[in-house]
């Protein structure tokens, strides 16, 4: 589940598509759609999903791409079923994927008169009526704005996760457990530890874990002490040896892989690039 602040996402949703005359719309990792701006897609894409066998197919389509996109863990670009250009950008925090932003239902500009005379060969004005001048109405976009309009998304998707526009739902219990972890940074804090302090069950635990963090709760407790690591080489001097000590690490070497596994790249190197 996410916490997402509807006025500021409305802003841009907003001034995204009167930037490129694309529809955006937020999903969240289970691919829930959330939010959408304009409320209605393009014509088109409404016309023809009264149809139970497009609408079908074009949620085939978009769940196969979120799949590969969530998979890959980058942007996705991609033709649909019907020639049309749609992009998912994923959205993620340490801890992963959190939801995803999408755009799409746009000809490709070289092929647009193709395009668009294939979808009038396959959709009659009889079966769907309206079918013509909504398809005349599809944008269409060189791959030169195609990709800025990439750019700009991938760019809202980060600021919008900066600003805390889009969050984690936590439970109250994760809340406490976030902060028993924080207090505790420099202990060898295991599964036994947050069943003892909040007097839980392992198999209850467990249960929490699976629902709002995505990963083991052993997974999730590094995780925490590396974003705490990540702090401290921004904003203090102290040496990488010192701050794997502060954050409960007793042998660098293994610092040293967890922050590689987690981050992607060394401490030093992290520590480089955001300074």
């Known amino acids: 589940m996410l916490n997402i602040n509807q006025v500021n996402l409305y802003k841009i949703f907003r001034d995204f598509y009167t930037l490129t005359n694309m529809r955006v719309v937020l999903f ?52 649909c079923h019907l020639g049309l250009w749609e992009c998912i950008v994923p959205i993620y925090d340490d ?38 001048d909504a398809i005349k109405k599809i944008p269409a976009k060189s ?18 996760l900066s600003n805390q526009w889009v969050t984690p739902q936590k439970s109250e219990f994760i809340r406490h457990m976030d902060k028993f972890i924080e207090k ?25 874990a699976k629902d709002y963090l995505g990963c083991p709760i052993a997974e999730y407790i590094r995780k925490q002490k590396i974003q705490h690591a990540c702090r401290l080489l921004k904003e203090t001097d102290d040496s990488v040896n010192q701050i794997a000590y502060r954050v409960g690490f007793y042998d660098y070497g293994h610092f040293s892989r967890i922050f590689r596994n987690i981050k992607g790249m060394t401490a030093t190197e992290y520590r480089r690039k955001k300074r």
């Open 28 to 79: 969240n990792k289970e691919q829930e759609q959330l939010m959408e701006y304009p409320s209605t897609r393009h014509n088109f894409c409404d016309l023809i999903c009264k149809n139970s066998h497009w609408a079908t197919r074009c949620e085939a389509c978009d769940r196969k791409n979120v799949e590969i996109c969530s998979r890959e863990q980058k942007t996705t670009k991609y033709l």
């Open 95 to 132: 801890n992963g994927i959190i939801g995803y932003v999408m755009f799409g239902q746009v000809v490709p500009d070289g092929d647009a008169e193709q395009t668009k005379n294939n979808l009038a060969d396959q959709f009659s004005e009889a079966e769907f009526p309206g079918i013509s």
């Open 143 to 160: 791959k030169a704005e195609l990709d800025a309009c990439i750019t700009v998304l991938q760019a809202l998707a980060a600021y919008m």
């Open 184 to 208: 505790n940074l420099e202990k060898n804090i295991g599964v036994d530890d947050i069943c003892a302090e909040f007097h839980i069950r392992r198999t209850r635990l467990y249960s929490v």
